[in-house]
């Protein structure tokens, strides 16, 4: 009983994460890194929908007036979301991340 339990439970972990593809956002800090050359900041953006994919790749750069990019890694299926602009300071940086994020949620949602 419990085994049919775990089973149906691991099944519903699967699908779940199936249905839903990993987002990520970065963005260009002028002045990080070890010698302070600049380096790329990234946040980890959870999911969203699968069927909402092509949607954020051909959008987000509407639904930011050109401040944004999209593309999907196509070995790993995440979709990075990427600034064009870039920032002075890592807090800048960090803050278009919030940004882009904050796009994406209010066009399609967000899952975990």
Request: glycine share 12%; net charge neutral; aromatic share 6%.
């Amino acid at each position: 009983m419990y085994n049919l339990k775990l089973i149906t439970l691991a099944g519903l972990l699967l699908a779940s994460q199936v249905i839903a593809s990993r987002i990520s956002y970065t963005a260009y800090n002028k002045s990080g890194g070890v010698n302070k050359s600049g380096n790329w900041e990234t946040k980890a953006g959870g999911r969203i929908p699968d069927e909402k994919d092509e949607e954020v790749i051909t959008e987000i750069g509407g639904w930011s007036n050109g401040r944004f990019s999209a593309s999907q890694n196509t070995r790993t299926g995440i979709i990075i979301v990427k600034a064009l602009v870039e920032a002075d300071d890592k807090t800048g940086a960090t803050d278009l991340n919030n940004e882009a994020q904050q796009l994406v949620q209010q066009h399609v949602g967000q899952q975990g």
